[in-house]
């Protein structure tokens, strides 16, 4: 049988609504993508601005030591594509088929203009056997 779950993610410090300011660089904790069968984004920017976010999706064979920049644990596989390049306040959803991996984390980058107001909502969907 097969089970999907949504789960919300949040950043580091539990925050729903993550924050992207300007082109600062922003990770969600990681999460397993082992087993998965399927797995699909869902994301909505909202800022008092221009929002301009470009999602990317690490991958890892142990989970980084930090929630920053960790290139002994996680990397943007050779060759994989970004998810998503967002530049409005539209909700947007995206299959994901990532690379055997143990486990991945969200690489959120503002782009060129983006506002410092600008957060991100983020909701995985991930199906497995049961």
């Known amino acids: 049988m097969k089970i999907g779950t949504v789960t ?8 729903v609504q993550i924050p992207v300011a300007s082109t600062g660089v922003v990770y969600t ?3 397993e993508i082992n087993g998965l069968e399927s797995m ?13 976010v470009l999602i990317q999706l690490e ?7 930090v929630e920053t920049a960790d290139a ?9 594509a970004d998810i998503l390049d967002i530049t409005d306040e539209l909700i947007h959803i995206k299959q994901i088929n990532p690379v055997p991996a143990f486990k991945g984390r969200f690489k959120l980058t503002g782009v060129g ?3 410092a107001s600008t957060t991100i ?10």
């Open 29 to 31: 904790p990681t999460f």
């Open 72 to 80: 002994s644990n996680s990397v943007i596989p050779d060759g994989f």
């Open 40 to 52: 699909g984004l869902q994301a909505k920017l909202t800022s008092d601005g221009d929002a301009k």
């Open 8 to 15: 919300i993610l949040t950043n580091a410090a539990g925050t």
């Open 121 to 130: 909502a983020l909701k995985l969907f991930r199906q497995e056997e049961s």
């Open 59 to 65: 991958h890892c064979m142990a989970s980084p030591t």
């Open 113 to 115: 203009t983006n506002h």
